[in-house]
């Protein structure tokens, strides 16, 4: 799930992509750990303009929050991309 979210200090937003981890190995549910980390090492070593940013990774007990450069179209909208 990605949703919009601002900094308390800057006022800057946001996307906030949360990814779920699978509790076990026969789990259908979540992501496995390790596709997780091998997004996140690839998020921090590109650099490219059709690429998002990753600028923080936070690990909870139950899953993964991405926080990632937001896309404004022209028209206004949000654009997501995950």
């Given at each position: 799930?990605?949703?919009?979210?601002?900094?308390?200090?800057?006022?800057?937003?946001?996307?906030?992509?949360?990814?779920?981890?699978?509790?076990?190995?026969?789990?259908?549910?979540?992501?496995?750990?390790?596709?997780?980390?091998?997004e996140v090492a690839l998020l921090a070593e590109l650099e490219h303009?059709?690429?998002?940013?990753?600028?923080?990774?936070?690990?909870?007990?139950?899953d993964v929050t991405l926080i990632l450069e937001l896309y404004v179209?022209?028209?206004?909208?949000?654009?997501?991309?995950?």
């Amino acid at each position: 799930m990605v949703r919009r979210c601002r900094h308390k200090l800057t006022g800057r937003q946001f996307a906030a992509k949360s990814i779920r981890k699978r509790r076990s190995s026969s789990s259908r549910r979540g992501a496995q750990l390790h596709d997780i980390h091998r997004e996140v090492a690839l998020l921090a070593e590109l650099e490219h303009r059709n690429v998002v940013t990753l600028y923080e990774c936070y690990e909870a007990p139950n899953d993964v929050t991405l926080i990632l450069e937001l896309y404004v179209s022209i028209a206004g909208r949000v654009l997501f991309r995950h």
